[in-house]
């Protein structure tokens, strides 16, 4: 099983995009292969085969296309002090190689400050980690516990809670985003990730305005490890 590391900048693990899981996969998968601390290449190829390695993917050829035409579609909102900045992943249309298996992508310059020659304020977790999960979702939610992995505790607004997944306008009931997205996730993570993770609400009044999640590393992954 690879040893390979996902660095991002903790602004872009707390920023608000939706990716379908395959894109996120690919994002990762390609943040994997590189030096965090050095310059990543603005143009980056990665293969169906080291798609396939990295993440557990079968018959990756088709995945791997996919997952490139939906980054291209797909934008970053993040605060950097008090302005909002959108900002795109690629800056253009990944190309594919013909006879390889393989696409290039170009990173945009913007996202490039998020990924590459880190030095502080960053987070950082092993690939393998995340590389059986089936849900967009839970990737999101494993990414943003990472992000206090050293307090194993993190409350989050609800509101910042839907906008790092991508949920503004979908599940409005808090029944319904609960059932579908947060306990499936966790569930998920459980069973799948190296985590333990359980969560309680936070209300004013009867209004849930915050969920506080307790995690730590699964006993059972560290002997696996």
């Known amino acids: 099983m690879n040893n390979l590391s996902v660095t991002k900048a903790n602004s872009l693990i707390d920023a608000s995009y939706k990716l379908n899981v395959q894109a996120q996969k690919l994002v990762l998968a390609c943040l994997g292969i590189v030096d965090p601390r050095a310059e990543i290449p603005k ?33 970053i909102k993040l605060k950097e002090g008090n302005e909002d900045i959108e900002l ?27 990924i590459s020659q880190l030095q502080s304020r960053f987070t950082t977790y092993k690939l393998r980690n995340i590389a059986n999960l089936q849900s967009s979702h839970s ?13 194993h505790y993190r409350v989050i607004s609800l509101n910042d809670f839907r906008s ?5 306008k979908k599940y409005p009931l808090f029944r319904d985003l609960n059932k579908w997205v947060i306990k499936q996730a966790i569930e998920e993570l ?5 985590l333990v993770i359980s969560y ?10 915050a969920l506080a999640f307790t995690f730590k590393q699964s006993k059972q992954m560290k002997m696996d490890i």
Do not use: C
């Open 43 to 75: 143009t980056m190829t990665i293969t169906a085969s080291q798609f396939s390695d990295l993440m557990g993917i079968p018959n990756a050829h088709r995945e791997l296309y996919n997952a490139a035409d939906a980054l291209y579609g797909a934008s």
């Open 164 to 168: 790092a997944l991508g949920l503004e």
């Open 88 to 114: 795109r992943w690629i800056q253009r249309k990944s190309k594919r190689i013909k006879g390889s298996g393989s696409i290039t992508i170009t990173w945009s310059d913007e996202v490039l400050r998020y």
């Open 200 to 209: 309680e609400t936070i209300k004013k009044g009867r209004t849930v305005t």
């Open 190 to 194: 459980n069973q799948r990730s190296d």
């Open 139 to 151: 990737i999101r939610l494993y990414e943003l516990l990472q992000r206090f992995n050293d307090k």
